[in-house]
């Protein structure tokens, strides 16, 4: 008389001697659930990895942001005499007193002649807005400085959209027309960046869209 026994591994045996396998439809299953579970995961990792990407975009263009107006507020506050106008090709034009104080560019003496007491003309730091392309949502803030070793300006920020001016201020921040007195200067920089360039919304890529209010106050007597 013959006795069926468990084989070794643990799965019964048939009366034939053979062990028992899955069936089609068992192995379909599996297969498909394995797929699943790969495919979540493929898709979470994509997920992180775009999230990833949206945060350094985001946290770079902060940084970048957060160092130019530190350069532009340090600037403004150690002045000891400026002006604001406007600025073409080489050239600044100063607003004269009466005008109304907001425009393109502002002009910072950022020395005093140690004889007299008066600002060094000859060292002078230009601080401008190039609105040529804020069409393109790409208006850029420039800096030169005349002791800089190199003669051309410096892009401090891009891709910048309207308002591209600076606004001399008095202490209740309305717009200055009479210069005698101490003011503040006030510009509003408006970032409109692109994140995904390949990625398309209708017509139109995805973008970011901040902007950082700027007030300083010279570190300069009374007047100009």
Do not use: W
Not at 42 to 60: P, R, V
Not at 114 to 137: E, L, M, R
Not at 178 to 201: A, N, W
């Amino acid at each position: 008389m013959n006795f069926y026994s468990h084989c070794e591994s643990g799965f019964p045996s048939t009366p034939s001697g053979h062990l028992r396998g899955m069936t089609v439809i068992e192995t379909l299953l599996a297969v498909g659930v394995f797929a699943i579970v790969i495919l979540g995961l493929l898709a979470s990792n994509l997920l992180g990895l775009k999230e990833d990407q949206l945060i350094e975009s985001k946290g770079g263009a902060s940084q970048t942001s957060r160092e130019a107006i530190n350069t532009l507020l340090t600037d403004i506050r150690t002045a000891k005499g400026y002006y604001l106008g406007t600025y073409s090709g080489s050239a600044f034009t100063p607003f004269t007193n009466g005008a109304m104080q907001q425009g393109g560019a502002v002009l910072i003496y950022p020395v005093v002649n140690s004889t007299n007491g008066a600002v060094d003309t000859s060292q002078i730091i230009v601080y401008y807005y190039d609105s040529s392309d804020s069409a393109n949502s790409d208006g850029c803030l420039l800096r030169y400085a005349s002791n800089s070793v190199s003669v051309t300006s410096t892009v401090i920020a891009s891709n910048l959209i309207a308002p591209l001016y600076f606004t001399g201020e008095d202490y209740t921040g309305a717009t200055q027309y009479d210069r005698t007195f101490k003011g503040v200067i006030h510009t509003t920089l408006q970032f409109c960046q692109f994140q995904y360039p390949t990625t398309t919304v209708g017509s139109n890529c995805l973008f970011s869209s901040y902007h950082i209010d700027c007030r300083a106050t010279p570190h300069l007597p009374d007047g100009p």
